[in-house]
Nanobody, 122 residues
């Protein structure tokens, strides 16, 4: 069974930056990874995705502010969030899948992290 473990998150002020990380174990079983977020009383929203070759997708809502990356030596995935806004307040989830690609528009992914709260105050 694959386990996704997240670190990072916390409370910051608007304009600050945060980095989330996610590791998969065993990582060999996970081909596509991504980040989702869920704000209070809203559905889960796909944020960014990355494949094994390092090709990335970032949703328009955070493009230019959020960067997804993956360390090839450790297989740890990161989400670097800059210029944070109060509307970025959410629980952020790491996700992984056995497929080589997964859409960010649905939640039908194989594996999920435990989630981490990001709170941005104005």
């Amino acid at each position: 069974q694959v386990r996704l473990s997240q670190t990072g998150g916390g409370s910051v002020r608007a304009g600050d930056s945060l980095t989330l990380s996610c590791s998969a174990s065993p990582s060999a079983d996970v081909w596509y990874m991504g980040w989702f977020r869920q704000a209070r009383e809203k559905g889960r929203e796909g944020v960014a995705g990355i494949d094994r070759r390092g090709r990335t997708r970032v949703q328009n809502s955070v493009k230019g502010r959020f960067t997804i990356s993956k360390d090839k030596s450790t297989d740890i995935m990161y989400l670097r969030m800059t210029s944070l806004k109060p509307e970025d307040n959410a629980i952020y989830y790491c996700a992984g899948d056995r497929a080589s690609y997964r859409s960010l528009d649905n939640e039908d992914w194989d594996f999920w992290g435990q989630g981490t709260q990001v709170t941005v105050s104005s």
